[in-house]
């Protein structure tokens, strides 16, 4: 049982998003256009520190458990 959908994680300036789950890879693909879609799946996109809160509190609301380093 995966105990996390979506792990967000802190590199240098930048956050790493890894999808941990179906339900997370779902979701990624609902907020992301098709460019980056590789990068999403292989856990490598990156993205500023700006608007991860919300991204967050989005994935929440949708029913995601998201792992957050603090960022």
Do not use: K, N, Y
């Not at 693909?29 to 980056?36: L, N």
């Amino acid at each position: 049982m995966c105990l996390v959908d979506l792990a967000i994680t802190v590199i240098d300036r930048d956050v790493r998003l890894v999808p941990l789950s179906v339900h997370g890879v779902l979701w990624l693909q609902t907020h992301f256009d098709d460019c980056e879609w590789d990068s999403l799946c292989a856990g490598r996109a990156r993205l500023h520190r700006d608007g991860v809160g919300a991204l967050c509190r989005d994935a929440r609301q949708a029913g995601l458990r998201v792992s957050q380093a603090s960022v």
